[in-house]
C-alpha cells in the first residue's frame, strides 16, 4: 500500500520531525548548511561523529544539494585519505547512500592555533556556499577535540570562519573543566567569543531514547504525578556500570576519574530529569530553567554518604602513578531540600570493571502499610528504566503465585524495546543532538549557569579526593564493586530483591 511507504520515507520522517518543531516552536530552517568536523582524524569523529552524520543523511535528514560536510585536523591527508579512513565505521545503509556520503567530504590540513589554516578553511566553506547559491547559509563547528584546545580554537573560528550571512554554531564535548574553577574560566573564555545561543555542550547522554523519554514518563501520565514524590518513594539509584577497566587509556583516566568521568555529567543529567518540576512548557528555556532550580537545591554532599573503590590492578598500567587515589568506582548520595524530595537519598552510581554492563534508574517504592500478605521479604515495588543495554522499562510487582495456595511472588509489567518495537531504528545519542543543534534546538545540551551549579555540587568532594582526604578502597574485578558501597546503599534506605532478576524477554 502507498500509505504504508509514505510513512516509513525519509520524507514523511522529516515531515514528522517538523511537525514536532512547530509544536515546540522553533523554526525549521533551509539553506546550504557546512559542517566542520574540527579533530576529523580522530577516535571520536571517525566513531561517533561522521557515522551519526551520515546515519542522518541515509535518513533524508541532510540532503545531499544543502550539505558540505568538512574535515579539519594537524594530519596530513587528503580528501580520499579521510574518507578511507572513516569508511569502515559507516554502516547500516547502501552502498550508494556510503559512496554519495562520501563524496560530500572534504578535507583541510592546519593547526588548531594559525590563521593559516583557518583562512584555508574559510575559502573552502565560502567556495562551497558560493557554488551552491542558496539564499540562506548556515555554519556548524564541531569540535571533537580535547578541551585544552578550545579557546584557541573558538578564537581561530571566531576570526577567520563566521558566516556572514546565516547563523554559526559550535558543538564542545566534555569534559568542561576540571572542577568548578576551570570550568568558569573555559566558560568566560568562549562566552566572550560566542553567545550562549551559539554554544552546545553535548552531553551524549541527554541524547539517548530512554533518558529522552523521562520527561514524557512523568508528566504524560496520570499514573506517576501524585507518586513521583517523598510520600511514596523511598529512594531513587541512577547507575552506570562497565564490565572492562580503562583498556590502556588509564593515564589519561587518572587525571579525572569516575567522579568527573561519569557522575558529575552524564548521571546528573539524567538526575535532573527525574527529579526537576514539570517546565512550564516544552521551549528548550524551561526545561533547562527546572534543570538548574533542583541542582541548585542539593545540599553539600556528606563524607560519609560516599564510597570511593579502584579496582585491584588499575596501577598496574605504567601510565598510571603508583600512588594514585583516583577512583575507578563512586557511590554518592545526593539530598535534594525541597518540597518535594526532602528526605529521598538519590544514590548515583558508577564504576569500571564490574561484573555487568548496564545503565539504568530504579525508582523504589516505601514498604505497604499494614501488609496483609506478609510479602514484605519478597521486596518493594520498583520501576526501572534501563538506559543500556536492552533498552526497557519495568515495574517490579507482587502478584500471586499461580496455583491453588495463596502464595505471592514477585514479577513485572515489562516495556522492553526490542520486543515492542521491533521494527524501529532506536537513533544513536549523536545523531539526534547533531540535528538538534542544526535545528536550534538546545533542549538536550548543558546551558553554562546548570554547568557552574553542576560542579558547584561536587567541586568539594573532587577537591577533598585530590587531596587525599577520602581514601579509594579496593576492589575485585568482576565484582559489585566495594562491599562498602551495598552497605551504604543499604543504611540510606535501599532494599535489595534477593532472588529475582529481571530478563529481557526474547523473540525465541
Known sequence: MSGGSDESSPSSRRSSFNSLSRDLELPSEQGCLSVVVLGASGDLAKKKTFPALFHLFAQGFL??????????????????????????????????????????????????????????????????????????????????????????????????????????????????????????????????????????????????????NLLVLRFANRLFLPLWNRDNIDNIQIVFREDFGTDGRGGYFDQYGIIRDIIQNHLLQVFCLVAMEKPVSLKPEHIRDEKVKV????????????????????????????????????????????????????????????????????????????????????????????????????????????????????????LSYGMRYQNVKIPEAYERLILDTIRGDQQHFVRRDELKAAWQIFTPLLHDIDAGRLKAVPYHPGSRGPKEADELSERVGYMQTHGYIWIPPTLA
Open 63 to 212: 540532503q545531499s544539494g544543502e550539505v558540505h560536510i568538512f574535515g579539519y585536523a594537524r594530519s596530513n591527508l587528503s580528501d580520499d585519505g579521510l574518507r578511507e579512513r572513516i569508511r569502515g565505521y559507516l554502516k547500516g545503509a547502501s552502498e550508494e547512500h556510503l559512496s554519495e556520503f562520501l563524496q560530500l567530504i572534504k578535507y583541510v590540513s592546519g593547526s588548531y592555533d594559525s590563521k593559516e589554516g583557518f583562512e584555508k578553511l574559510n575559502k573552502k566553506i565560502s567556495e562551497y556556499e558560493m557554488s551552491n547559491k542558496s539564499e540562506s547559509t548556515r555554519r556548524l563547528f564541531y569540535l571533537a577535540l580535547p578541551p585544552s584546545v578550545y579557546p584557541s580554537v573558538c578564537k581561530m573560528i571566531r576570526t577567520y570562519c563566521m558566516n556572514p550571512s546565516g547563523w554559526t554554531r559550535v558543538i564542545v564535548e566534555k569534559p568542561f573543566g576540571k572542577d568548578l574553577d576551570s570550568a568558569e574560566e573555559l566558560s568566560a573564555q568562549l562566552g566572550d567569543l560566542f553567545e550562549e545561543n551559539q554554544l552546545y555542550r553535548i552531553d551524549h547522554y541527554l541524547g539517548k531514547e530512554l533518558v529522552q
Open 295 to 414: 541542582l541548585q537545591s542539593v545540599n553539600p554532599i556528606k563524607h560519609d554518604e560516599v564510597v570511593l573503590g579502584q579496582y585491584e590492578g588499575y596501577k598496574d598500567d605504567p601510565t598510571v602513578p603508583d600512588d594514585s587515589n583516583t577512583p575507578t568506582f563512586a557511590s554518592v548520595v545526593l539530598r535534594v531540600h525541597n518540597e518535594r524530595w526532602e528526605g529521598v537519598p538519590f544514590i548515583l552510581k558508577a564504576g569500571k570493571a564490574l561484573s555487568s554492563r548496564k545503565a539504568e534508574v530504579r525508582v523504589q517504592f516505601k514498604d505497604v502499610p499494614g501488609d496483609i500478605f506478609r510479602c514484605k521479604r519478597q521486596g518493594r515495588n520498583e520501576f526501572v528504566i534501563r538506559l543500556q543495554p536492552s533498552e526497557a522499562m519495568y515495574m517490579k510487582l507482587t502478584v500471586k503465585k499461580p496455583g491453588l495456595e495463596m502464595a505471592t511472588e514477585q514479577s513485572e509489567l515489562d
